[in-house]
């Protein structure tokens, strides 16, 4: 099928772009890489009059890791992400979403930004991003600002950007010593969306207890969501099988599925058990290797 008809603007700078968005205000749209944007157009699931493409802006594809924080440009590729040597050695949770991103053409095209401003429940870097307590920046001819991924995930496909903003960088708290995590992405087929997916995020005392944890659900309710209490239970304790099970039960209280073309909510909840456990004790492996 193909899209309804409309404008394509390819702005070479964030200034002409946030200029052209203040002129049209709520008919534009902002294309990344188009991984998510184009299938709604050629689904016609959406029509929009303006489509402006920041895909050729300079110097928003970058990963800088700093004394405080991993910084990452809106428009780094799922592909650039996959392909880093400071992510798949630092930060194996990035590595593993990226890597289980439909496939090779998407996720050259496919930017970290536009994964996370669609507001895809089903789409994997939100996940991660709030397991690791990530922020965005988020800016517009008026100002920037600074949104905690927890406070930027509003609904399904809603978010905290605000019309005229363009997120432009995502940081992260960089890693430390003991600290480490795991996505984990069951699919019924390569390339597919998740059944159920799970990121954890731990930071392990010199004893081996849980200093702190972070857990971000995917294709388990209406928006991507922190398991709270999970990572309340976590804390203060050292990661056996034992605990893994206990925490991954705790996991399934606190998703809310759906059934659909991927199955029912309950078989989505024992996924999501059977994951959780699974990615808690590689968590748990790689701080420890850390």
Same mark, same amino acid.
């Given at each position: 099928m193909?899209?309804s008809?409309f404008s394509?603007i390819?702005?070479? #700078?964030? &200034? +002409?772009a946030?200029e052209?968005?203040? #002129?049209h205000? &709520?008919?534009?749209?902002i294309?990344a890489?188009g ?5 709604l157009?050629?689904?016609r ?5 303006? *489509?402006v493409?920041i895909?050729?802006i &300079?110097?928003m594809n ?10 990452? /440009? ?8 996959e392909d880093?040597?400071l992510?798949h050695g630092k930060y194996?949770i990035?590595?593993d %979403? ?10 050259? $095209? /496919?930017t970290? /930004?536009?994964n996370i401003t669609?507001?895809?429940?089903s789409n994997?870097i939100?996940?991660?991003?709030l397991a690791?307590?990530a922020?965005f920046i988020?800016a517009s001819n008026?100002s920037e $600002?600074?949104?905690?991924?927890e406070?930027?995930f ?16 995502i940081v992260i708290p960089k890693a430390v010593? $003991?600290? /480490? ?12 969306f998740?059944?159920a997916?799970i990121?954890?995020?731990?930071n392990?005392?010199?004893?081996g207890?849980?200093e ?6 995917t294709?388990?309710?209406p ?8 990572e309340k !239970?976590?804390k203060d304790?050292? *990661?056996?099988?034992?605990?893994a099970?206990?925490a991954?039960a705790?996991?399934?209280t606190e998703c +809310?599925? #759906? #059934? &659909?073309? !991927? ?10 058990e059977k994951i959780?456990?699974e %990615? *808690? ?5 790689r701080?420890?290797?850390?």
């Amino acid at each position: 099928m193909n899209p309804s008809s409309f404008s394509y603007i390819a702005p070479m #700078s964030l &200034d +002409e772009a946030f200029e052209f968005l203040s #002129s049209h205000e &709520d008919e534009a749209k902002i294309l990344a890489g188009g991984q998510s944007l184009i299938p709604l157009l050629k689904l016609r699931l959406t029509s929009i009059p303006y *489509i402006v493409d920041i895909s050729g802006i &300079d110097g928003m594809n970058y990963i800088r890791e700093s004394q405080s924080d991993l910084r990452i /440009g809106s428009l780094t590729t799922i592909a650039d992400l996959e392909d880093s040597d400071l992510i798949h050695g630092k930060y194996q949770i990035i590595s593993d %979403a990226a890597s289980g991103i439909a496939d090779p053409l998407v996720r050259n $095209r /496919g930017t970290i /930004g536009g994964n996370i401003t669609h507001g895809d429940p089903s789409n994997d870097i939100p996940a991660v991003m709030l397991a690791m307590g990530a922020s965005f920046i988020l800016a517009s001819n008026r100002s920037e $600002r600074k949104v905690n991924a927890e406070n930027f995930f509003l609904d399904t496909f809603t978010t905290a950007i605000e019309y005229g903003e363009i997120l432009t960088e995502i940081v992260i708290p960089k890693a430390v010593k $003991r600290s /480490g995590g795991c996505y984990i992405k069951n699919k019924k087929a390569a390339g597919d969306f998740s059944v159920a997916a799970i990121a954890v995020y731990l930071n392990l005392r010199a004893n081996g207890t849980v200093e702190k944890a972070g857990i971000g659900l995917t294709s388990v309710g209406p928006k991507p969501s922190r398991a709270l209490k999970t990572e309340k !239970y976590l804390k203060d304790r050292k *990661i056996d099988d034992a605990v893994a099970k206990e925490a991954a039960a705790i996991t399934v209280t606190e998703c +809310e599925p #759906s #059934s &659909d073309f !991927y199955g029912t909510a309950e078989f989505k909840k024992k996924v999501l058990e059977k994951i959780t456990a699974e %990615a *808690i004790l590689v968590a748990a492996e790689r701080s420890e290797e850390n």
